[in-house]
T-cell receptor, first 111, second 113 residues
């Protein structure tokens, strides 16, 4: 499968700082989604950005999408210890609603 | 959003045996998805299950190894057959939301010894 790449693979910051994660993909997309996974449990949907959108906000989350560069970024502002998790981008690039997940970024927020 | 439960939450199995994982949704959904997440890795789609039709498998996954049932719009099972240690993974089911997002179950952590 054409899995995307995420960087960094791991990120450790202090509580209160901002965290930025990047995602690159290979094919044209309908939309790109970000998910959070705590400690190997189920994934939680965070935000979806469509291919014709460039930026989207949800609370402390800001997502950008650059389809010309086939890349997206997720910014978490004013990080909290509870934000410690793995974050995955996923692309929806077909009519069958199949998601292709990136490799993920493991985020650690230090108190 | 949909609420999804999976059973069992974890299991330790002997090689050569089979395990059936159940996925229950609190509302009727059209599409259900089964993913595998190998240790320290990302998610890989195993198959898509629609009620009333055969599951559609992704490249590298076959029905004999991962048979799937979808008897109604709220329930599905995935069986991992003739298990080997390489099948040790987290298995997750998900359903489609109204806006093309997916909602995931809590996962089944499988260890094969």
């Amino acid at each position: 499968s054409q899995q995307g790449e995420e960087d960094p693979q791991a990120l450790s910051i202090q509580e209160g700082e901002n965290a930025t994660m990047n995602c690159s993909y290979k094919t044209s997309i309908n939309n790109l989604q970000w998910y959070r996974q705590n400690s190997g449990r189920g994934l939680v949907h965070l935000i979806l950005i469509r291919s014709n959108e460039r930026e989207k906000h949800s609370g402390r989350l800001r997502v950008t999408l650059d389809t010309s560069k086939k890349s997206s970024s997720l910014l978490i502002t004013a990080s909290r210890a509870a934000d410690t998790a793995s974050y995955f981008c996923a692309t929806d690039n077909s009519g069958a609603q199949k998601l292709v997940f990136g490799q993920g970024t493991r985020l650690t927020i230090n108190p | 959003s949909a609420v999804i439960s999976q059973k069992p939450s974890r299991d330790i199995c002997q090689r050569g045996t089979s395990l059936t994982i159940q996925c229950q949704v609190d509302s009727q959904v059209t599409m259900m998805f089964w993913y595998r997440q190998q240790p320290g890795q990302s998610l890989t789609l195993i198959a898509t299950a629609n009620q009333g039709s055969e599951a559609t498998y992704e490249s590298g996954f076959v029905i004999d190894k991962f048979p799937i049932s979808r008897p109604n719009l709220t329930f599905s099972t995935l069986t991992v057959s003739n298990m080997s240690p390489e099948d040790s993974s987290i298995y997750l089911c998900s359903v489609d939301g109204t806006g093309r997002e997916q909602y995931f179950g809590p996962g089944t952590r499988l260890t094969v010894t």
